[in-house]
């Protein structure tokens, strides 16, 4: 079975730095690429970025540039969203996803795009003073 | 930045049809992808591809994608549907997932 087994609640401090992951078994984790989305108390999802454990390729949302480093550990199979210095706007729960990339053409034009065929169950990470 | 509107919230009896929308510039040059999340849970791919079902998911929860507006329809309606559903598009430009902004779906 293709799981994805996040890290426990974060209760944290602004200023404080963290690292939460996410642990993939059931697939060749090298081969997929995996990423993480914000949903923040009473909102939508929001995609943050990406990584290929493979090469350790990795893209992020204009929005999240800068804010958060996404990493992997291939030896272990894990994936991992961190932040140098938590603010009270962090507070949100965060999901890892396994991406499924496909390509195309259309009009001689080559695309690609992902959707998020397997989801961890989230980890809660608050941030209060 | 490409922006993907869905309406709030859609209601429906069961054994009805429900649809959402998801409107987008152009969308229907792009793949469109479904997720359901139930109060509490992380959320589940329901449709994938505009139309193209994973395994295990009804076949009630079907989907289309034409213009400027992609639909996920969940025929005959059950009170396990009600969740929050989000469209979701890879945007080329950007180099980055959307997500549309969530439909709330109550069963009456």
């Known amino acids: 079975e293709v799981q994805l087994v996040q890290s426990g609640a974060e209760v944290k401090k602004p200023g404080e730095s963290l690292k939460i992951s996410c642990k993939g078994s059931g697939y060749s984790f090298t081969s997929y690429w995996i990423g993480w989305v914000r949903q923040m108390p009473g909102k939508g999802l929001e995609w943050m970025g990406i990584?290929?454990?493979?090469?350790?390729?990795?893209r992020y949302s204009p929005s999240f540039q800068g804010q958060v480093t996404i990493s992997a550990d291939k030896s272990i199979s894990t994936a991992y969203l961190q932040w140098s210095s938590l603010k009270a706007s962090d507070t949100a729960m965060y999901y890892c996803?396994?991406?499924?990339?496909?390509?195309?053409?259309?009009?001689?034009?080559?695309?690609?795009?992902?959707?998020?065929?397997?989801w961890g169950k989230g980890t809660t990470v608050t941030v209060s003073s | 930045s490409y922006v993907l509107t869905q309406p709030p919230s859609v209601s429906v009896a069961p054994g009805q049809t429900a649809r959402i929308t998801c409107g987008g510039n152009?969308?229907?040059?792009?793949?469109v992808h479904w997720y359901q999340q139930k109060p509490g849970q992380a959320p589940v791919l329901v449709v994938y591809d505009d139309s193209d079902r994973p395994s295990g998911i009804p076949e009630r929860f079907s989907g289309s994608n034409s213009g400027n507006t992609a639909t996920l329809t969940i025929s005959r309606v059950e009170a396990g549907d009600e969740a929050d559903y989000y469209c979701?598009?890879?945007?080329?430009?950007?180099?980055?997932?959307?997500f549309g902004t969530g439909t709330k779906v109550t069963v009456l």
């Open positions: 979701q598009v890879w945007d080329s430009s950007s180099d980055r997932g959307v």
């Open positions: 152009n969308i229907g040059s792009k793949s």
């Open positions: 990584i290929y454990p493979g090469d350790s390729d990795t």
């Open positions: 996803a396994r991406h499924v990339m496909r390509d195309g053409v259309v009009a001689t034009i080559s695309y690609y795009y992902y959707y998020m065929d397997v």
